[in-house]
């Protein structure tokens, strides 16, 4: 269903999601609007991917309107340009799903963990009171998107080391004491990044952090550490295909080519409403000393 919508009033905005600038439009009742284009990008297909598969339908279509599409379309015509169609906010969602549990795009999937884990701070953070600069929230979207494509990619560079030196592998875990298999060869790299940034494994992070010992670091540290660990992960990446060097030793000389120094994990600024509290008493005794005035409550009293 493809709406025409050439009115007056619609704002426009673009922001990043997933390192893609992507064109945001509020018509004037409220509803947000997304340029169809850049959102088929951000789910890891090409621009036409969405229009071409409407125009084909077929099972591609029937799967996609599985998880909600509604193919609620409006055609925007802007000042002096034609953006194209716009596409809502569920169709958006419909689209990440389908890209993730059925195109297997790890960007769509990236974008559903990195969303799902500042729903959830959120929700936490509005339970326990904790106030967070928003754009705390936005950088820490970033990276933890970033960083779990990354995590994708190394993971990827990792097998096809294991796939490569299966003779080797017994030699390679007595040397870094690794146990479990294949498993530990992933978690004993993973180990190796939190070695090299905060020179803690992954449950005195945790302890350290007062968060839950099942939890991932990744999801609780600083925004300027979190890009810390991708940088490793990604240059380490590149020693393993490039070089072929083994895990453990690509991280280490990764971490020393980025000069990462051990530093004491951090959960971020956080604000507190007491320190909201505190701020607005401040800013109320500052109003009434540069009005010579005295405070409300002294005056409700007389």
């Known amino acids: 269903m493809t709406r025409d919508k050439r009115i007056e009033g619609v704002k426009h905005k673009d922001i990043t999601i997933g390192g893609i600038p992507i064109p945001v439009y509020m018509m004037p009742d ?19 991917w969405l229009s071409g598969t409407l125009r ?12 909600g599409f509604k193919n609620d379309i409006v055609e925007f015509q802007g000042q002096g340009f034609i953006e194209g169609n716009l596409i809502s906010t569920e169709d958006l969602m419909a689209m990440i799903m389908y890209a993730a549990l059925i195109g297997m795009r790890r960007q769509a999937i990236a974008l559903l963990a990195a969303a799902l884990s500042e729903t959830l701070q959120r929700r936490a953070d ?18 933890r998107y970033a960083s779990i494509i990354l995590n994708k990619d190394l993971r990827a560079a990792i097998k096809e080391w294991i796939d490569t030196n299966q003779d080797s592998l017994k030699d390679y875990e007595r040397e870094y004491s690794i146990k479990g298999g294949v498993r530990g060869i992933y978690a004993s790299a993973l180990g190796q990044i939190y070695q ?17 010992s099942y939890e ?16 490793i992960e990604n240059l380490a990446t590149k020693y393993i295909l490039r070089k072929g060097w083994n895990p453990i030793e690509s991280i280490k000389a990764a971490a020393e080519a980025l000069m990462i120094e ?13 320190d909201v509290h505190q701020i607005l008493k401040t800013k109320n005794r500052e109003l009434v000393s540069a009005h010579n005035l005295e405070p409300k409550q002294e005056c409700l009293h007389q």
């Open 56 to 67: 084909a339908g077929g099972n591609a279509l029937a799967k996609l309107k599985g998880y």
């Open 262 to 274: 051990v530093e004491e994990p951090r959960l971020g600024p956080r604000i507190t409403p007491q």
């Open 30 to 48: 409220g509803e947000y609007r997304w340029s169809m284009r850049q959102a088929s990008k951000a789910v890891g297909f090409n621009e036409a």
């Open 126 to 143: 509005h339970a326990f009171g904790v106030i967070r600069d928003e754009n705390e929230y936005i950088q820490k979207f970033e990276f």
């Open 196 to 212: 090299q940034v905060f020179g803690r494994r992954k449950k005195e992070i945790n302890e350290y952090l007062d968060v839950k």
């Open 216 to 231: 991932t670091p990744k999801n609780n540290v600083d925004v300027i550490q979190l890009q810390s660990i991708a940088n």
